[in-house]
């Protein structure tokens, strides 16, 4: 796709000078609640998943780099090809006008999908803050367009159901991921293809999302299933310390320079911007996936809501259990037609 080059074009940095410090963070995935039993990923030898494609799909500059930056680059590294999807334009998250917001998180979300490893980021630019306002059928088409030319056969977002969630962006992008994943494919209790049927005509099949893995995006947020992203977490501080204009990526900096004022200054942070950005994140934002890692015996963990994979079996629908009881049902009483 010649859309790749624009990865060539990115530019370092694209921070806007202003005086605040960011007040988001990483959620406390500490308050996160574990239900049932929970599954640990741990780091796996070889490539055992070449040939198969994750989506990645999150509203903002930041999300992917916080709530799982470090699972997309294992999964890269083990072989997956990952696609980043970003649904808002991010005009309202910034330290400069809307227009100035747009490129430089643009500029910076090409930086970071670089960085974990992406093979391709597509961007559909809805307006930040306003995507309840936006058709769900609008973005679960584009969604399932995607899904289907791409074969996604993993994807990653925000949990669907997920409650805490103030930010509309992230439930809608959510709840969008939420349906296409099934729609995309074809219902094998009504093999024929229903939804955008159009798509057959232009060569773009049907396709089945076996896995997903939605992230703890606010405290209380459930999860089954925790990564040991301790292999990559030099990869995750790599990936916030690009988002300048959001996401605490310049937040070093900035505090270097406001100590500065105060005649101050704190030997972490470095001689330049970059070595105070970068120490930063390291220093006070990887806590969170300290803590979580910790309970589990790991160094650092992100915590997910997963469904499907090899690991674990496929949630036992209704018609996913009715169909095996019939199946073995007729093993069992099935007799020769005479
Ligand atoms: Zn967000």
Same mark, same amino acid.
């Given at each position: 796709m010649a859309r790749h080059s624009i990865f060539g074009k990115a530019a370092a940095g694209g921070a806007l000078l202003a005086e605040s410090v960011g007040i988001t963070g990483p959620p406390d995935t500490l308050a996160a609640e574990g239900i049932g039993e929970v599954e640990i990923e741990r780091n796996r030898r070889g490539?055992?998943?070449?040939?198969k494609v994750f989506a990645a799909v999150h509203a903002h500059l930041d999300d992917i780099p916080y709530f799982c930056a470090g699972t997309c680059a294992k999964l890269i590294n083990e072989g997956y090809t990952g696609y980043l999807i970003r649904?808002?334009?991010? &005009?309202?998250?910034?330290?400069?006008?809307a227009n100035e917001n747009i490129k430089s998180n643009e500029e910076e979300h090409y930086k970071m999908a670089e960085i974990l490893g992406f093979s391709d980021v597509f961007d559909f630019y809805y307006r930040n803050h306003r995507m309840?306002?936006?058709?769900p059928v609008e973005i679960r088409s584009r969604l399932i367009f995607l899904f289907r030319h791409l074969k996604v056969d993993t994807v990653l977002t925000f949990n669907p159901w997920g409650h805490g969630e103030e930010n509309p962006d992230h439930w809608v992008t959510g709840e969008a991921v939420g349906s296409a994943y099934w729609m995309c494919a074809v219902d094998e209790d009504h093999?024929?293809?229903?939804?955008?049927? &159009?798509h057959l005509e232009a060569g773009i099949e049907p396709h089945e999302i076996g896995e997903r893995y939605y992230f703890?995006?606010?405290?209380g947020q459930p999860y089954n299933h925790v990564v040991d992203v301790s292999s990559y977490i030099e990869q995750k501080i790599d990936a916030l310390t690009a988002c300048k204009s959001q996401g605490g990526g310049c937040w070093g900096s900035r505090l270097r320079k406001k100590l500065a004022k105060e005649g101050k200054r704190l030997p972490i942070l470095g001689n330049d911007d970059e070595t105070a950005d970068r120490a930063y994140v390291k220093q006070f934002m990887m806590t969170s996936y300290k803590r979580l890692g910790e309970q589990y015996g790991l160094e650092y963990a992100e915590a997910f809501l997963h469904f499907g994979g090899q690991d674990t079996p496929v949630t036992a629908s209704a018609s996913y259990s009715r169909r095996q009881t019939v199946e073995e049902y007729i093993k069992k009483h099935s007799v020769p037609v005479r």
């Open positions: 490539k055992p998943f070449k040939g649904t808002s334009n991010d &005009e309202k998250c910034g330290y400069g006008t309840d306002g936006i058709s093999p024929y293809v229903r939804d955008y049927e &159009e703890v995006g606010r405290a």
